[in-house]
């Protein structure tokens, strides 16, 4: 089991999952868009191929904290 | 909840007294029962099993296994190369620490939840019309 902090622009929220989980899994269970977002996992960016991998394969440990953050792309340009 | 050493297989066992066909009903039908959470919804420990990845920590336990009479759960866990100074016992005795209090407490509640789970699900069951 693996704890994942996950911040968005508006929410955080602590939660439990396996280290079998994905993060996809995750931003459903939590009701998060990714799109247009960028995602963050540990630090590292994460492609939105890598959703469907497994904790496991993204570089967590079984019995440790990860932290994801979900942050919404917006436009630069101002008019 | 019982622990065991196993020296020469540098293994360690965690048995629980809840059998993980409730754990898995649980986690179908009724998934809060499996953890705690603060006011806020975030999760403070969860009870999981999910074959193959034993894990315990200070927020959560995976069983990853189950005993071969009466379906126990079970965590397999690797000791470290080296007897640590306080013993084995002593070093198992700290890994399972954070969790203990929350373990037994789940062990408390766990049968009887899964016992209510199964008979509604049997009474939907029984309510089924099949043609």
Known sequence: MIQINVSTNTTRRTVNAEITATPKQVFDDLGINTSSSMVNLNGNFLYAAEFNKPMSELGVEDGTTANINVVVKADGAAE | ?131
């Open chain 2, 1 to 131: 909840m019982t622990a065991k050493v196993l020296r020469d297989l540098k293994k360690y066992l965690i048995v629980s007294s809840v059998k993980t066909a409730d754990i898995e009903a649980l986690a179908k039908y009724r998934p809060s029962a499996l953890k705690e959470q603060d006011e806020e919804g975030n999760d403070k420990f969860g009870v999981a099993y999910n074959p193959g990845h034993s894990s315990i920590a200070p927020f959560g336990v995976t069983f990853g296994a189950s005993t071969a009479e009466g379906g126990y759960a079970l965590i397999v866990g690797d000791l470290p190369d080296e007897e640590p100074k306080g013993g084995y016992a002593g070093w198992l005795a700290d890994k399972v620490g954070g969790a203990l209090e929350h373990i037994n407490a789940f062990e408390g509640s766990i049968p009887a939840a899964a016992a209510e789970v199964a008979e509604a699900r049997n009474g939907l069951i029984a309510s089924i019309v099949i043609e």
